[in-house]
């Protein structure tokens, strides 16, 4: 799995960070995303999956 943000959308709700935060931050300035690893592990990609699909500004981009 590959995983690609579009930060400018970003509304920072944190949902991301809180679904998956060894793959997802938020920026202390802002709250706005920060991808932390881009190829997550397989044990990852069900919370990487949750958090795509809870982002309220759909950012999130997961390539399988």
Request: hydrophobic share 40%.
């Amino acid at each position: 799995m590959k995983v690609t943000i579009d930060a400018d959308r970003c509304v920072a709700s944190g949902m991301c960070a809180y679904s998956a935060p060894e793959v997802f931050d938020q920026s202390e300035e802002d709250g706005v995303v920060v991808l932390v690893q881009d190829s997550p592990s397989a044990d990852q990609h069900e919370a990487v999956r949750t958090a795509a699909r809870n982002c309220p500004a759909q950012v999130i981009t997961l390539d399988q």
